[in-house]
């Protein structure tokens, strides 16, 4: 495994890049800006190509925010604006998105600059970011030492795993939010690609974003289905004048999926290793036959088609523009706090948190 350190600037921060790259040539970045996967490249004709949304520059995430491959939280997605409570004691978690509360707040894990270390094994190298996140930081209780743990290994695994505890009781529910198009170029759509989602139930959401309650069953709704890898992503897209749920979210998918089967706690990385379990999720690239599997112990996957242009942003060489990456963003449903039979976030003194998805890729 080559392992390669490089010095960056964001904003005023010196942050670093850790470059590795296994014997089949898949190459991962990780920074400590946000504890992110910041490339994940294969090589090809054409050199090497990028299988994930990557900044061009990095100065651009102070200005657009993108999350693109951050670790966000403490809680990952929308919660809103209703009262909240935890035991005896009333949260008010700062917004920033209106009234809402989106992805841990304004200056959220996703822009902290992590600690790190790197641990290195003969088949495997791990990339392990830490840091504290002080009582009261975007509204939310307790002292939360966190731990980001990305690995990669000789059979194309990558695999992100969560530790945490608090000194209070606490919300948590991170996730990776890594935007995959595998036609290697950021300017081609992800229309092409198709999803398969092991999921027989969805959450539905109002036009805010935020959950409606309750979940749907998909044998109701087959245009918002994913069991099946007999359509493209364009296909799904182009129902929003039939299914309401992708009209109000700009025209495509921003919804959870309930997996039907998540894998045993902490046992993501063995199983997409082994592959002794099918994936909860694949992605595929018909053309090229690119292709990544997806094994989590979380409840639910929110699926991301990227709906919408950020005006300005330039990948590459050109603006972004929309349904440029799909995300698979593994957590406990969103907005979990409002509905509690979604799940539970809660994190407390006596009960450390842990958590692990696995990203398995062949080209």
């Known amino acids: 495994m080559y392992v390669k350190e490089i010095s960056k600037n964001f904003t005023d921060k010196k942050v670093t890049e850790i470059l590795v790259e296994n014997k089949q040539g898949l190459r991962a970045s990780f920074c400590t800006l946000g504890a992110r996967i910041s490339d994940l490249s294969i090589p090809s004709q054409n050199g090497r190509e990028s299988l994930i949304l990557s900044l061009t520059n990095l100065e651009d995430e102070a200005t657009y925010h993108t999350y693109y491959g951050a670790t966000v939280g403490r809680v990952a997605g929308r919660i809103g604006p209703e009262p909240l409570s935890l035991g005896q004691q009333a949260l008010t978690l700062t917004p920033n998105e209106g009234s809402t509360h989106l992805h841990g707040g304004p200056e959220g894990l996703d822009l902290a600059n992590w600690d790190y270390e790197i641990e290195e094994g003969a088949d495997q190298v791990s990339v392990i970011f830490s840091l504290v996140d002080p009582a009261g930081h975007n509204g939310y209780p307790g002292n939360l030492s966190a731990r980001v743990i990305h690995s990669l290994d000789q059979d194309n695994c990558w695999t992100v795993r969560y530790e945490a505890s608090s000194d209070a009781t606490s919300y948590w529910n991170p996730t990776n939010h890594v935007y995959f198009n595998?036609?290697?170029?950021?300017?081609?759509?992800?229309?092409?690609?198709?999803?398969?989602?092991?999921?027989?139930?969805?959450?539905?959401?109002?036009?805010?974003?935020?959950?409606?309650?309750?979940?749907?069953?998909?044998?109701?709704?087959?245009?918002?289905?994913?069991?099946?890898?007999?359509?493209?992503?364009?296909?799904?897209?182009?129902?929003?004048?039939?299914?309401?749920?992708?009209?109000?979210?700009?025209?495509?998918?921003?919804?959870?999926?309930?997996?039907d089967a998540p894998v045993p706690v902490g046992q993501a990385h063995a199983l997409g290793h082994g592959q002794e379990v099918a994936p909860q999720g694949t992605l595929t690239e018909p053309a090229s036959g690119r292709q990544v599997k997806v094994w989590t112990d979380r409840p639910c996957a929110v699926i991301y088609t990227h709906n919408h242009q950020v005006p300005g942003l330039v990948l590459g060489d050109k603006e972004q523009v929309p349904y440029i990456g799909v995300s698979f963003e593994t957590q406990v449903a969103p907005d979990a706090p409002h509905h509690p039979d979604m799940g539970s976030i809660v994190l407390t003194p006596d009960q450390p948190a842990l958590s692990e998805t696995c990203f398995k890729l062949t080209w």
């Open 182 to 259: 595998l036609n290697g170029n950021a300017q081609a759509p992800i229309t092409n690609h198709i999803l398969q989602v092991e999921a027989s139930h969805m959450i539905p959401l109002t036009p805010a974003g935020l959950t409606l309650g309750g979940t749907w069953a998909l044998d109701q709704h087959p245009g918002l289905d994913l069991r099946l890898a007999d359509q493209t992503l364009g296909q799904v897209i182009d129902r929003h004048n039939q299914e309401e749920q992708l009209a109000i979210r700009g025209k495509g998918l921003d919804h959870a999926y309930v997996l």
